[in-house]
């Protein structure tokens, strides 16, 4: 597996950047030699149809996949929905059914925040998750985000070098 400098690398994972031709497969349904068996996921082909609308996300601090290291199977994604509000960047992740339960989430998403951090003018990566989904409350809080709002049945988290 090849890496650009753009690409996290974390203990197991490689978080690298779409092409336009990986979502143009993922929106045909062309499958790719390097993607686990349940890649893409619902959500996976949600930003792959949305990259062409937001060419940002394409870049560093856009959408990636993320790819185990083990492997060099795209196993998700995991993004930010550039450009930040006010200093503020959302993240947005999945990982495939058969290769959750193994960090890899918790894994991605606290490089991502961390590296989103360095961007000019981003203080907080927030994310919003729904209480009906704890798995992925811990993801965020095993990450390093702190809940900072509840407000029905979604909890907002945020990560930000002030722990306060």
Do not use: C
């Not at 006010?86 to 193994?102: P, T």
């Not at 918790?106 to 961007?119: D, I, K, S, V």
């Not at 811990?138 to 509840?150: D, I, M, N, P």
Request: aromatic share 8%; proline share 5%; no cysteine.
């Amino acid at each position: 597996m090849s890496s650009s400098p753009a690409d996290l690398i974390t203990e197991r994972l490689v978080l690298r950047t779409w092409t336009a031709d990986e979502a143009t497969a993922v929106l045909d349904g062309t499958r790719s030699p390097h993607w686990a068996a349940d890649f893409p996921a619902e959500g996976d082909r949600v930003i792959a149809g949305l990259l062409g609308e937001n060419p940002a996300w394409l870049g560093a601090h856009g959408h990636r996949l993320v790819v185990e290291r083990a492997s060099g199977s795209v196993v998700g994604s995991i993004g930010l929905f550039w450009p930040p509000n006010d200093g503020v960047l959302e993240i947005g992740y999945g990982i495939v059914a058969s290769r959750r339960g193994r960090g890899y989430a918790t894994e991605a998403a606290r490089a991502l925040a961390e590296f989103a951090l360095t961007a000019p003018d981003v203080h907080t990566v927030s994310a919003g998750v729904e209480l009906s989904n704890p798995s992925s409350v811990r993801v965020l809080e095993k990450a390093g985000f702190r809940r900072w709002t509840t407000d029905g049945s979604t909890a907002r988290f945020r990560f930000t070098l002030d722990p306060r």
